[in-house]
């Protein structure tokens, strides 16, 4: 059994993904982050970062008792190990997955987020912060749309943890105002026919357990919400 800290964002729905479509038994345990849940001692116990998503796998291949896994990316390569499902085989095809998946939490996903943050959360508009990460994001979007248009997945022609790293984060294009199916055909092609896979559905319904107030947040936090999201509040949880 693998204990599955969330969130319903898109770096914790990688991981609902993954185990769904690995058919892993997993135990959902829910985060409001915008009211700091995510701080508590025992939770930098099993993600020192205190960030989500994180798992705990009481049954390691490797024995020893429960190991605790955090950083989405690390996690998403700790369950294909562990199973030797979708990460490919072939050398070659393996290491371009784990650039795809490399370039996902490095570059589009904090990219993503600082975009979003600018937009949305920022107490001033920013015009250069937005123009800053907006330009960047439309880059990568634009890198993303030009390898979707020379192979089907990210990897190659197997879907693998590369698609599911990059595919949670289609909001993005919301955040942006882009259109995905005018604008970015390829990209939307992979979209569609990754959202029809049943583990995929399965994954992205995962938030459905979470108490409805942890989806209905808006941009406008009281200031408890933004300390912890932002502030000194967050700031304590990994102060010595
Ligand atoms: N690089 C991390 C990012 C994790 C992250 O930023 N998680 C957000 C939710 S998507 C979070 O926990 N935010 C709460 C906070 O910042 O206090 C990963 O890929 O796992």
Redesign the pocket.
């Known amino acids: 059994m693998i204990d599955l800290h969330f969130?319903p964002?898109?770096?914790?729905q990688k991981i609902s993904i993954a185990l769904e479509e690995l058919e892993l038994p997993y135990r959902l345990i829910t985060y409001d982050?915008f009211e700091g849940d995510?701080?508590t001692a025992e939770f930098g116990r099993i993600n020192p970062?205190?960030?989500?998503?994180a798992i705990v796998d009481h049954d390691p291949a490797f024995g020893g008792g429960p190991h605790a896994v955090?950083?989405?990316?690390a996690?998403l390569q700790y369950l294909a190990e562990k199973t030797g499902r979708l990460l490919p085989t072939d050398p070659r095809q393996r290491s371009v997955a784990i650039q795809w998946l490399t370039w996902q939490?490095a570059g589009l996903?904090?990219m993503g987020?600082q975009a979003a943050h600018f937009i949305r959360y920022a107490p001033v508009t920013l015009d250069y912060a937005i123009q800053r990460y907006t330009n960047e994001l439309n880059r990568l979007l634009l890198v993303l749309e030009r390898r979707l248009g020379e192979a089907e997945y990210l990897a190659g022609n197997e879907f693998s943890i590369a698609d599911i790293a990059i595919w949670p984060g289609r909001s993005t294009g919301s955040v942006m105002n882009v259109d995905l199916q005018a604008d970015y055909p390829n990209t939307c092609r992979w979209f569609n026919q990754i959202a029809m896979r049943p583990g995929v559905i399965r994954g992205r319904d995962a938030e459905k357990a979470v108490p409805a107030k942890y989806l209905q947040r808006k941009a406008d936090l009281t200031e408890e919400q933004r300390s912890?999201?932002f502030g000194e509040r967050?700031l304590n949880a990994v102060r010595l």
């Open positions: 969130t964002t898109p770096n914790a982050i995510q701080h970062n205190h960030k989500l998503p955090f950083e989405s990316g996690i939490v996903g904090p987020g912890n999201m967050m």
